[in-house]
C-alpha cells in the first residue's frame, strides 16, 4: 500500500519534471542563468544545456513513478507498526 506521504513526494517529483521539460522546450531564459547550467552554455552552448534540462525532467519523471509505485531500498522499507500512527 502506497502512503499519502509517498504520493506527495511523487506528485512533487512530476511537477519537477515537467517545469524542467518546460525549461527546456520553452522561451525561459531565466533558469539558464543558474550557475550550473550557465557554465554549460558557456562550455558547451545552448543545446547541451536544454540537453542537461531533459536529463533532470528525464530523472524526475523516473523518481516520481519509482516513488508513486512504493519502490524503495531494502534498508529504507517502513517498520509495520508505524503504519497505524499514520491513520
Same mark, same amino acid.
Given at each position: /500500500?502506497?502512503?499519502?506521504n509517498?504520493?506527495f513526494v511523487a506528485? &512533487?517529483?512530476? &511537477?519537477?519534471?515537467?517545469? *524542467?521539460? *518546460?525549461?527546456a &522546450?520553452? =522561451? %525561459?531564459?531565466? =533558469?539558464?542563468?543558474?550557475r550550473s547550467?550557465a557554465?554549460v552554455v558557456?562550455r558547451y552552448?545552448m543545446s547541451a544545456a536544454?540537453?542537461? %534540462?531533459i &536529463?533532470v525532467a528525464i530523472i524526475?519523471?523516473i *523518481?516520481? /513513478? *519509482?516513488?508513486a509505485?512504493?519502490?524503495? =531500498?531494502?534498508?529504507?522499507?517502513?517498520? =509495520?507498526?508505524?503504519?497505524?500512527?499514520?491513520r
Amino acid at each position: /500500500m502506497t502512503s499519502y506521504n509517498d504520493l506527495f513526494v511523487a506528485t &512533487v517529483a512530476f &511537477v519537477g519534471s515537467t517545469l *524542467a521539460f *518546460a525549461v527546456a &522546450v520553452g =522561451p %525561459w531564459r531565466q =533558469p539558464y542563468h543558474l550557475r550550473s547550467i550557465a557554465s554549460v552554455v558557456d562550455r558547451y552552448g545552448m543545446s547541451a544545456a536544454r540537453f542537461v %534540462w531533459i &536529463v533532470v525532467a528525464i530523472i524526475s519523471l523516473i *523518481a516520481g /513513478m *519509482a516513488i508513486a509505485s512504493g519502490v524503495r =531500498p531494502g534498508y529504507a522499507k517502513p517498520d =509495520p507498526g508505524l503504519r497505524d500512527l499514520t491513520r
